[in-house]
């Protein structure tokens, strides 16, 4: 009894120094400014962002290459022109959140595929699907919510954040694992529920409400954001509770979304007279 209690005070001791060993290499981070939206969230890093942009940018010419050598790589002009032009009015107006965003090596490419997607990797590498293009019919407004939502992530750095998460995570799990003497996978899950998946749906908020400020700022419609979800709901079907999502559900997103394309309407208002465009 002795030897038990005095490998359980070990194991405690080690677990302190392990997790102190851990989060030493953290730095708490505002990756942005908080602009109109006020996203003003402190954000935990071990990963640098240089790790995570050199990832990136070898992850997108892999992806550019698999999409090269199937013809998929920026086969119908009409839409790479309707993409990048977009991308050409979005990307100077994030130094509102980042003053160094606008300077990055941001490139814009259109994969030809069904899949109902776009995304932006860390330092501004972007690639837009046809088939959310086609599929959900985008006007110029909606791909600019698209586009203004996927740029917020990598404003944010979501990425690197995601994966400092993750270790320090891993980390907590392993160690208490081995202190109380039980498998830790089932330890993992629970921290994926209460911690893992409540972060991944505050990312999909701020990089919603970042992207409607985005686009209103580039001369777009901010409540076009309201009807893109909409078409995304009816073309994802049902969802599950959204305790169980990594993103929040079609309606709790739409509400908020209706809340912050208001608060940020009169930068379109301001923006289009700019870009000739009337306000509807």
Not at 101 to 114: G, L, M, T
Request: glycine content about 10%; some cysteine; hydrophobic content about 40%.
């Amino acid at each position: 009894m002795v030897l038990q209690g005095t490998r359980r005070r070990a194991w405690r001791l080690t677990a302190g120094v392990l997790l102190a060993g851990g989060l030493a290499g953290c730095q708490t981070v505002n990756t942005t400014q908080g602009g109109a939206v006020g996203v003003e969230r402190k954000q935990m890093m071990m990963v640098s962002s240089q790790e995570m942009e050199q990832a990136a940018s070898q992850n997108y010419r892999q992806v550019l290459q698999k999409a090269a050598s199937q013809g998929a790589l920026d086969r119908n002009p009409a839409q790479v022109e309707r993409v990048r032009t977009v991308a050409a009015r979005l990307i100077p107006v994030t130094g509102v959140f980042r003053p160094d965003a606008p300077r990055w090596k941001w490139e814009v490419h259109v994969i030809s595929s069904k899949e109902l997607n776009a995304w932006c990797m860390a330092g501004g590498k972007i690639a837009f699907y046809s088939g959310i293009i086609e599929g959900l019919q985008l006007s110029d407004d909606e791909m600019a919510a698209v586009m203004g939502h996927e740029i917020a992530h990598a404003l944010r750095e979501h990425s690197r954040e995601q994966a400092s998460e993750q270790m320090v995570t891993n980390l907590g799990v392993n160690v208490l694992g081995a202190v109380l003497g039980v498998d830790s996978s089932g330890l993992g899950k629970l921290a994926q529920l209460g911690i893992g998946l409540p972060h991944s749906r505050a990312h999909e908020t701020e990089a919603d409400r970042m992207g409607v400020e985005l686009a209103a700022r580039a001369g777009y419609d901010p409540r076009a954001a309201i009807g893109l979800w909409q078409k995304m709901a009816r073309a994802g079907g049902g969802q599950g509770p959204e305790w169980m999502s990594t993103h929040p559900s079609s309606q709790s997103r739409i509400e908020d979304l209706r809340v912050y394309a208001a608060r940020v309407l009169p930068l379109y208002e301001q923006a289009a007279t700019q870009h000739a465009r009337p306000v509807k």
